[in-house]
């Protein structure tokens, strides 16, 4: 339902009562407080949200903040939405209500209690699962009631269900942690060696919450030494690699994947795990495959690779990888195309090869747009870097008076 009358008929006219005394719009959620008054849900916590203790109509302090919903007038004004169809109003749908705290608690310590049967256990788990899917008010209202200590000790518990261990993973990784939490999980080796073991797990599912939770440790983790830990763990670098090699990754595990593989590649002792697993091909192959923000990051551990020698020859054996990186330079974005000329920086810098085919593939021309483009002053840099190093790799005729560009604009390092 749009907010205001503006693309409706101008003959149709909203009730008074059916709008929202703070917004003046059709209400979608109506609740009462405890003055009586309906506002539209959201209006009402945005009020009380900014400090407001007062009831906005009648200015009656507001001792309680429960709102109740008021469904008789949420009826009548779908019956509304419905009887002035013709005039283009879509009916509004029925909210779901948000989870009761008390019902949050009881659920919590019904998955908690060891003495419930397992199914119980699950069955609470699930429901909690189900809430916190439903809207962030309800992640909020479980996020106060201590789920992540809960739920942790759930994942990692090895005295029962290995459901439950993976139905709480699932829960957990909808929650952003505290640095308590994770140097709770980061300190203990067992924890992450669980974590990796679960990347190979049948189920894409788990594989893609074990990788999500791996790159929500490590981004929460201060300690160098414990993210040298995680990074160094068995087997982890394939893991995540091969969650992003799966032709059956949804869009959820490409991105959960590429997060986890960047932040794993930040260490800069075990990025030559990362190519010994096969980062360079992978990469390369599906930086199509991602959207913005993704390619973007997917570019980024690219140069960080690229940093290293292994990761060059990897990423140079790749016949595409040249080529693509020429072809992102102000595709994408400013950062992606900072971070593709860094990475041919370094490609071009170690191999004449490379230099040729970054040639053919055109890159001069997207150097000289680079530079008097409005990207960063770190893509110049770069583009103007490369540009001197493969200016003897330039065919005569590839541009026309190009040696007075390069004396007027490209500075010397």
């Known amino acids: 339902m749009p907010g205001s009358l503006e693309p409706l008929d101008l003959t149709v006219q909203i009730p008074y009562h059916f709008r929202c005394p703070i917004s003046l719009e059709l209400m979608r959620d109506p609740v009462i407080v405890v003055t009586g008054q309906t506002y539209d849900r959201s209006s009402i916590e ?24 008021n469904h008789t007038l ?47 256990r699950l069955s609470a788990l699930r429901r909690l699962r189900g809430l916190a899917r439903d809207s962030d008010k309800n992640r909020s209202v479980i996020s106060s009631h201590n789920v992540r200590e809960v739920l942790i000790n759930l994942v990692f518990s090895s005295s029962q269900s290995l459901d439950l261990s993976h139905e709480s993973l699932a829960i957990l990784v909808m929650f952003p942690l505290t640095e308590l939490d994770c140097v709770a999980i980061s300190s203990e080796p067992e924890r992450i060696s669980y974590l990796a073991d679960l990347l190979f797990h049948s189920s894409i599912e788990v594989r893609v919450n074990s990788a999500a939770l791996i790159e929500n440790v490590i981004a929460g983790t201060r300690s160098s030494d414990l993210r040298l830990q995680i990074s160094s763990t068995e087997i982890i670098f394939e893991g995540v690699i091969d969650i992003l090699k799966n032709p059956l990754s949804s869009p959820r595990a490409l991105k959960i994947g590429i997060k986890a593989l960047f932040s794993l590649c930040l260490v800069k002792q075990t990025r030559h795990k990362a190519v010994s697993a096969g980062a360079a091909e992978t990469l390369i192959d599906r930086l199509a495959d991602f959207d913005k923000c993704d390619a973007e990051r997917a570019l980024a551990t690219i140069e960080l690779l690229c940093r290293i020698q292994d990761g060059c020859a990897a990423f140079a054996a790749h016949a595409l990888t040249v080529p693509l990186l020429v072809k992102t330079i102000l595709k994408i974005s400013d950062r992606a195309t900072e971070y593709a000329a860094g990475a041919l920086l370094a490609l071009c810098s170690a191999s004449e090869q490379s230099q040729k085919e970054a040639v053919c593939a055109g890159i001069l021309t997207q150097l000289l747009l680079l530079v008097q483009s409005d990207c960063t002053d770190r893509a110049k840099r770069k583009a103007q870097m490369l540009l001197k190093l493969l200016r003897d790799a330039w065919p005569e005729d590839s541009v026309g008076n190009s040696d007075d560009f390069l004396y007027s604009e490209v500075v010397p390092f």
């Open 74 to 120: 949420r009826r009548l004004i779908q019956d509304w939405c419905v009887a002035n169809r013709a005039f283009g109003v879509e009916r509004i749908p029925t909210p779901k209500q948000p989870a009761e705290p008390s019902l949050v608690r009881s659920l919590l310590n019904q998955a908690a209690s060891a003495s419930n049967p397992t199914h119980s």
């Open 46 to 69: 945005s009020w009380v949200a900014t400090g407001n203790t007062t009831c906005p109509v009648t200015r009656s302090p507001l001792t309680d903040f429960t709102l109740i919903p």
